[in-house]
């Protein structure tokens, strides 16, 4: 595998094609309002974990158009609070968009979601074919 360096941070070569171009600022939102992103390859698939806390599995919406899977969020939020001669009206918004192109070895039929702990997990598995074969025998003829 080889290694690209940008910037004094190593990605893996790998991890370049599964981000391109997303990673590198295909986002529309900069890079102090986007969640923090994990991923993890195994023999099965990927998982690609996102944290935001303090959210509802409801806030989030998730679509996957031409292996590209995207997520957002949007949430609004006012508080208003009166007492004797202060009144004060704090609202809040908050959104994100975040798209990462997924390399050809996922089945986006298979992918699964989940927000458990301020976790949003998504498993990606892999193809059929881009599983690894078991060992066998080959017989040498004659």
Do not use: C, H, Q
């Not at 360096?5 to 991890?15: A, G, Q, Y």
């Not at 899977?69 to 001669?85: P, Y």
Request: aromatic content about 10%; overall charge negative; proline content about 6%.
């Amino acid at each position: 595998m080889s290694i690209v360096t940008r910037k004094n941070v190593m990605f893996p070569s790998l991890m370049n094609e599964f981000f391109t171009p997303d990673w590198l600022g295909g986002s529309e939102n900069s890079a102090a309002t986007l969640p923090a992103v994990n991923i993890k390859e195994n023999e099965m698939g990927y998982l690609l974990e996102l944290a935001i806390p303090g959210k509802n599995r409801n806030d989030f919406n998730v679509e996957v158009d031409k292996d590209v899977l995207t997520i957002s969020m949007e949430t609004k939020t006012e508080n208003e609070k009166t007492d004797e001669k202060y009144t004060r009206k704090e609202f809040s918004y908050t959104s994100f968009k975040r798209s990462f192109t997924l390399p050809e070895t996922v089945d986006s039929e298979k992918i699964k979601a989940s927000y458990k702990d301020g976790i949003l997990s998504f498993d990606l598995p892999k193809k059929e074919e881009a599983l690894p074969k078991p060992k066998r025998m080959i017989e040498i003829g004659k």
